[in-house]
């Protein structure tokens, strides 16, 4: 996307909402708890492995937005 050299930041229009990052972060962490279910029972070692990355991170997120940090 490109920006006129001129453009004032009330004309980029509006920016994320910290409530969407929370909504991200939460889904994040319920389809990471799915996938890593079906990475267990189909002994998909990658799937796994990723997936406790997903829930590792979205819970670090929720954590930190809770406690103020975020």
Not at 16 to 29: D, I, R
Not at 48 to 65: D, I, N, R
């Amino acid at each position: 996307m490109r920006y006129r050299i001129d453009a004032s930041p009330e004309q980029l229009g509006t920016p994320v909402v910290e409530h969407a990052l929370l909504l991200g972060a939460a889904l994040g962490v319920l389809i990471g708890v799915v996938l890593f279910a079906i990475g267990r029972r189909g002994r998909v070692m990658w799937l796994t492995v990723w997936s406790v990355g997903l829930v590792l991170s979205g819970a670090a997120y929720l954590g930190a937005a809770f406690l103020g940090h975020a």
